[in-house]
């Protein structure tokens, strides 16, 4: 994939922002949360993105796949060549990057980025429940102390 076509990809996730930071490198953002690093200057152009713990120590094996060098301890994995990889799993490696992004951010953090809360919301057709509240009614006796009414 081109630079061009992972921008496009990644557009298509909610709350995407884009900046260039640290000089040379692309980074599309979820609110202001990195998810995808894309090194512009580098020949060939590398791209760094976010795995989970397991995913990170299986990808470090594999041939063009390194630590990313300051963000190994949080799991982010450097490609040394973005453009050998196949489209389907580098767009599989982004959209879970996303993910794991933005299951970090606060509600406030993903309000203000227009990230929505689908899960548990009507959007997604699932209405929450009301926690079942006991009929049980306490009195209180003249020493303060509550009695449970059967």
Not at 18 to 39: H, Q
Not at 42 to 49: E, Q, W
Request: glycine share 6%.
């Amino acid at each position: 994939m081109e630079v061009e076509d992972v921008q496009k990809f990644c557009k298509s996730f909610p709350g995407i922002r884009e900046d260039i930071k640290w000089g040379d490198n692309f980074c599309l953002m979820a609110g202001e949360k990195i998810f995808c690093m894309i090194s512009l200057d580098a020949v060939p152009v590398t791209i760094g993105f976010k795995t989970d713990p397991a995913e990170f120590e299986e990808l470090i094996t594999q041939d063009d796949f390194i630590p990313a060098p300051y963000l190994a301890k949080s799991h982010w994995v450097l490609h040394k060549n973005m453009r050998l990889l196949p489209a389907t799993a580098l767009k599989n490696h982004l959209a879970k990057s996303y993910s794991l992004v933005v299951s970090k951010m606060t509600a406030k953090a993903k309000k203000e980025a227009g990230i929505g809360e689908k899960v548990g919301s009507q959007e997604s057709g699932v209405k929450r429940q009301k926690p079942e509240v006991s009929r049980q009614k306490s009195r209180t006796k003249k020493s303060g102390k509550s009695v449970k009414r059967k």
